[in-house]
Nanobody, 127 residues
Framework: QVQLVESGGGSVQAGGSLRLICAVT???????????LGWFRHTPGKEREAVAQ???????TYADSVKGRFTISQFNAKNSVSLQMNSLKPEDTAMYYC??????????????????WGQGTQVTVSS
């Protein structure tokens, strides 16, 4: 069992920054294999989009639309994962979700690859 709780969303003007945090609670803490933590975003009428992911060992993947602007990282003894979002654009407006996959990251991640999800945090970027 895994619980994910996101925080850090909000409203910002274009060009601004936000940092999203996902606190991860694993109830199978003896697990020593690889795992994957990801950030997805969703806007009404569109599919949930993978934004970034990071493996237990630090390998990262980013969507082309956020490369060079967003950074995913682990901290707090890898019990938390953050998404630093810089140079935000109105098209980044979405509900952002943290997700957990109890095995290695998929090369082309989709929502189907992840088992556990947080409740989401809203990011709104105004022009």
């Amino acid at each position: 069992q895994v619980q994910l709780v996101e925080s850090g969303g909000g409203s910002v003007q274009a060009g601004g920054s936000l940092r999203l945090i996902c606190a991860v609670t694993r109830y199978d803490d003896g697990y020593a294999g690889d795992l994957c933590l990801g950030w997805f975003r969703h806007t009404p009428g569109k599919e949930r989009e993978a934004v970034a992911q990071i493996s237990r060992f630090g390998a990262t993947t980013y969507a082309d639309s956020v490369k060079g602007r967003f950074t995913i990282s682990q901290f707090n003894a890898k019990n938390s994962v953050s998404l630093q979002m810089n140079s935000l654009k109105p098209e980044d407006t979405a509900m952002y979700y943290c997700a957990y996959r109890p095995t290695s990251c998929a090369p082309r991640p989709t929502a189907l690859h992840f088992t556990y999800w947080g409740q989401g945090t809203q990011v709104t970027v105004s022009s």
